[in-house]
């Protein structure tokens, strides 16, 4: 403790897992958008990874209550989030946003794993056929009808949940942007900052996951894919590095009587963690690297391998990000004239052994779920199509219809 | 039948986005005030004490404050406030000025110990002091609260006579509260895990006594009153002499009242 | 579409307002009711007086008069109950010197009109004897200037005060009155 504190400034209040929670959030924000680009903006080369983000975002988002609900001082009084919310409080606003969230969720996923469910439910015996059967929700066959809801209701979901999933890291970013008391967190730039940072995540989470997950498994990575999203990481990279340049180039300049504790903040108390993770390892090696490789003509596999350590120092920047607005904020002392300091315990509620594990639940979440409908082995759809073959004739509107053909508009040859 | 019920799924979908939409448009509407808890009929009044007819506000006259500490340690025994850890609904802070320009700060266990044990600060040893004074600090129950406008289920609340207090069976614990309030002024309670400040010492002042940290001043720098009686000693203070609050311009309208505040004391 | 939206959005409303909230228990109606019914553990003055009417009346008729009984005796409700129903109460005072220097030892914080002493070298201790304030100073009626209580017994009494090294020495004319008690020609007003 430097300076003087507020004596009930002593202890900081937000701790690791509040860290966790927007981070957690951000990666589900980040993987539902890539799954929206291609079923919402048809980019095709982004095929490889649509499921498989989907059941990335569904895993985190399981899991993101979890350090919240740990963190309050009463958790078996957090069920009055839903039933008596304050309306003035951004953070009332969790609850619903985040059940509604879930919901999206799962119903997009149902709807596009439903062929897997259905085939595995014929084909599957025993305990797993159990569970295929109970979640076909007893619609056991697909009709043409059925499939062509499937799709609409995709890109509907699809479409719904990018303005839904802004929403779910937006209202994070404005909980922190709407604190006056706290110069380093109020700002209204604060949701854009949050939800792009949290897109930047999603992406580089989805990269490593992939690469990670295909290798596992001893299967082939697709490079286009890779070199698309690394495309798309350094278009969402630059745009939230520009976000946050101007919102800290704004403070420096205009320079209020807050500037001078926030600055000593970003100098004296973190600069590690803002200078050297989250801006140079986090942004702007990944910056230089995505952006050569997107310059230059691709070389799959070197390509993809330092695409794949692009995405890795993002994650961690974007982690020190988090750092760095929760824990540093709060190191600010609202006297303006001091800073406390906060070193996570390890154990306890609230310490790095309890966040490692809830680090690790999303993943073992994922792993489960992939045994049941892994979304690299889809029997119900051959390769480049959205829907199976039809077994019937083939109705006039779909063969006119292209995009459900698969011989769609390829958004690289553009 | 899948027809049903995938309208089903369609409506349900659209209806509970929409139900979003004027939930959050809903909250987003601000007053300028902290709404004061409903004057329900018979609810409100208590042995004869009607809120609704009173507007409490204090004064603290900090060139009268000698930093003798008792009202932090009256605060305590009258609240039962945990001694250990640092929790504080009052302090008081020493503001020394040094010829070159700078100020310290302190404030050695919120003043409890009064600051004999401490004559001067660690930082300014060896220095000229210029000018030196104590300021005590308390919630200010401001009129336009921002911990009330972030507490996520409404469990902490403005009453009808200005006191903001906190409903400790609807307190999550989730702190937001104490983020938000610009004075330093919440806690959370060690035991209860609940968050917890300073109440004007609302059982006393409903049964027409006064704070706990206003008796034990030995030299009148605390002052506390109705605003609605113009002959009380905050109402003529209020109306005859030049006042400020704290940290004015986040519209929090404190109800804590300062003479000869020195621009210093954020 | 709209109307339906806005009927659930309504009905989320409605269903999340406080009028659900009575329903369930949780109002704040019994809140404030609360906070009001909490005890009063600081009595001052008042209910001193019922048992202690001298020192009481005393001390809010001396410079001390802004000084609460509670501030130097501690919270005085739990003491009250049990001298109430007969018990024996005793209410333990913290050492008087460190009482009397939180708010008496000079700092340059404190107004200048505000009465202080440098704790080191006032009442300093005289021949192996630590003055406690209340050697001269009655807390209860501590006047101003000081009216030094003076009921003492004998000629080592008065030169913890009187000796040559002490705070007032007596003058160069007691020389030669090593031996003598002192009460023998000064006879101090007795102050309670």
Request: proline share 7%; net charge neutral.
């Amino acid at each position: 403790m430097n300076g003087y504190v507020f004596p009930n400034e002593v202890e900081i209040q937000w701790s690791l897992l509040i860290v966790l929670y927007p981070f957690i959030t951000g990666l589900v924000a980040g993987a539902f958008v890539v799954s929206s680009l291609y079923h919402v903006f048809n980019i095709k080369s982004l095929k490889p990874v649509a499921s498989f983000s989907l059941l990335m975002a569904l895993s985190f988002m399981l899991v993101a209550p979890l350090p919240l609900l740990a963190h309050l001082g009463r958790p078996e009084r957090g069920i009055l989030i839903f039933l008596t919310p304050n309306f003035t409080s951004a953070m009332a606003g969790f609850g619903y946003i985040w059940m509604f969230y879930l919901i999206l969720l799962l119903a997009e996923t149902w709807l596009v794993f439903r062929p897997d469910i259905t085939h595995y439910a014929r084909t599957t015996g025993g305990f797993k056929g159990f569970v295929y059967r109970a979640l076909t929700l007893g619609m056991t066959e697909m009709s043409e009808e059925d499939h062509h809801f499937r799709e609409k209701m995709i890109k509907v979901l699809a479409a719904v949940g990018i303005p839904a999933a802004a929403l779910l890291h937006g209202y994070v970013g404005f909980l922190f942007g709407a604190i006056k008391a706290n110069p380093w967190w109020s700002t209204p730039l604060m949701p854009v900052i949050f939800l792009l940072s949290a897109i930047v995540s999603g992406i580089a989470l989805l990269i490593v996951m992939y690469v990670v997950v295909m290798k596992l498994l001893g299967r082939p990575i697709d490079h286009a894919c890779i070199s698309a999203l690394g495309k798309f990481l350094l278009a969402f990279l630059v745009i939230d590095l520009t976000v946050e340049g101007l919102e800290i180039l704004s403070m420096a300049y205009e320079s209020e009587e807050s500037w001078e504790v926030v600055s000593k903040l970003i100098v004296e108390r973190i600069p590690v963690t803002y200078f050297g993770v989250q801006l140079l390892l986090g942004s702007l090696i990944p910056l230089v690297v995505l952006g050569a490789l997107a310059a230059q003509a691709r070389r799959e596999g070197a390509a993809s391998l330092l695409i794949f350590a692009a995405a890795m120092l993002v994650i961690i920047g974007v982690f020190a990000m988090r750092w760095n607005v929760v824990i540093g904020g709060q190191m600010i002392s609202k006297s303006m004239r001091g800073f406390t300091s906060y070193t996570p315990p390890l154990g306890g509620r609230e310490g790095v052994l309890a966040a490692s594990v809830l680090m690790m639940l999303p993943f073992y979440i994922f792993s489960v779920i992939v045994s049941f409908v892994p979304p690299w082995e889809r029997p119900a759809i051959d390769e480049g199509e959205l829907s199976p073959e039809p077994t019937e004739a083939v109705p006039a509107w779909e063969a006119a219809d292209s995009r459900v053909r698969g011989s769609a508009w390829d958004w690289e040859r553009q | 039948m899948p027809l049903s019920r995938r309208r089903f799924v369609k409506l349900g979908a659209h209806a509970a986005f929409g139900g979003l939409l004027v939930y959050t448009l809903r909250g987003v509407v601000m007053p300028q005030s902290t709404p004061r808890a409903a004057d329900a009929e018979g609810n409100s009044a208590y042995d004869g004490y009607r809120p609704e007819d009173h507007d409490w506000a204090f004064v603290i006259d900090t060139m009268k404050c000698i930093g003798c500490g008792r009202c932090a340690r009256a605060c305590k025994q009258e609240n039962n406030v945990p001694w250990e850890p640092q929790c504080n609904r009052t302090w008081v802070e020493r503001y020394s000025f040094t010829g070159d320009g700078e100020v310290t700060v302190d404030s050695p266990a919120g003043g409890i110990n009064g600051f004999a044990d401490e004559p001067l600060p660690e930082e300014v040893r060896g220095k000229k002091i210029t000018k030196s004074f104590f300021v005590p600090k308390l919630c200010n129950q401001c009129d336009n609260s921002p911990c009330v406008q972030v507490c996520p289920v409404a469990a902490t609340y403005k009453t009808a006579d200005g006191i903001v207090l906190i409903n400790r069976g609807k307190c999550i614990g989730c702190r937001y509260c104490i983020q938000a309030c610009p004075y330093g002024m919440r806690y959370l309670l060690p035991d209860e895990r609940v968050a917890d400040k300073c109440t004007w010492c609302y059982h006393r002042i409903t049964r027409g006594r006064l704070p706990a940290c206003v008796e034990a001043c030995p030299v009148g720098a605390r002052k506390f009153g109705d605003l609605r009686d113009p002959e009380s000693t905050v109402s003529k203070i209020l109306a005859e002499r030049n006042v400020s609050v704290l940290k004015p311009e986040m519209g929090t309208k404190p109800q804590a009242y300062y003479l000869e505040l020195d621009g210093a004391v954020i | 579409m709209v109307a339906l939206l806005a009927g659930v959005g309504l009905f989320m409303r409605t269903v999340t307002a406080s009028v659900s909230v009575e329903v369930i228990g949780l109002t704040h109606e019994d809140n404030p009711r609360w906070w009001a019914e909490r005890p009063v553990n600081n009595q001052s003055s008042g209910a001193c007086a019922e048992c202690h009417e001298a020192t009481t009346k005393a001390t809010t008729a001396s410079a001390h008069a802004g000084v609460n009984c509670d501030s130097c005796h501690g919270a005085a409700r739990e003491h009250i109950d049990l001298a109430r129903s007969g018990q024996k109460a005793p209410l333990p005072l913290a050492d008087a010197r460190d009482l009397c220097i939180t708010c008496h030892a000079g700092l340059d914080s404190r107004p200048a009109d505000f009465p202080q002493v440098d704790p080191v070298t006032h009442g300093a201790p005289a021949a192996g004897v630590t003055a406690s304030c209340t050697s001269c100073h009655n807390p209860h009626d501590p006047g101003f200037p000081p009216v030094i209580k003076h009921t003492l017994e004998g000629r080592s009494d008065c030169l913890a005060c009187h000796g040559p090294d002490q705070w007032q020495p007596v003058p160069p004319s007691h020389a030669d009155r090593t031996g003598d008690s002192c009460l023998r020609c000064h006879n101090p007003r007795k102050v309670s």
